[in-house]
């Protein structure tokens, strides 16, 4: 890396110096961490220069490594994908949505069916036990459908 022998540099020189674009150095002079002095330039000591940093073989080794296992996942979900073992995020939304709308359509039954089940017992124990009843049944018939959703498709 070459230090400048001046005190001040434009944006064009910051920028190839710091191994950054024009647009970098702009931004940082709007947001006011880098100034520029009285003939609009920059001076040398705002510069953010650092050493290149040197890739070892070791280090080279790592990065294939991962590139590698990256590979390797990619080609296991692409696999996954043709055998049709993974899922879409987007079905599996609007399956989940579907149930929601359902369980909620069947509590608002319940709601309706109020009156014909104070009709049915002037008992308040007895309204009590058909209410309880018929939340029991929409609470099984959502375990149901919850059920079918969680056994996995082979």
């Known amino acids: 890396m070459k230090i400048p022998k001046t005190k001040s540099v434009t944006v064009s020189e910051a920028a190839r110096l710091e191994g950054k674009g024009r647009r ?14 009285k003939d609009g330039k920059i001076p040398v000591d705002q510069l953010r ?31 996954d994908e043709r055998r049709g ?10 399956s989940v949505f ?28 007895a309204q009590q036990n ?3 009843h018929e939340i029991d049944l929409v609470l099984e ?3 149901d459908d919850f059920a079918t959703i969680a056994k996995p498709t082979e």
């Open 49 to 79: 220069l650092t050493e290149p940093e040197s890739t070892s073989s070791a280090d080279l080794t790592k990065i294939r490594a991962k590139h590698e296992k990256l590979k390797a996942l990619i080609t296991q979900i692409d696999l």
């Open 85 to 94: 073992a993974s899922i879409r995020t987007a079905e599996v939304e609007a």
């Open 98 to 125: 579907a149930y929601a709308r359902q369980a909620r359509d069947r509590f608002h039954d319940i709601e309706r069916m109020l009156p014909q089940l104070n009709a049915l017992a002037a008992d308040p124990v």
């Open 141 to 143: 018939a959502l375990a």
């Open 24 to 37: 970098n150095i702009q931004r940082r002079i709007e947001r006011g961490t880098t100034t520029k002095d």
């Open 130 to 132: 058909l209410f309880r």
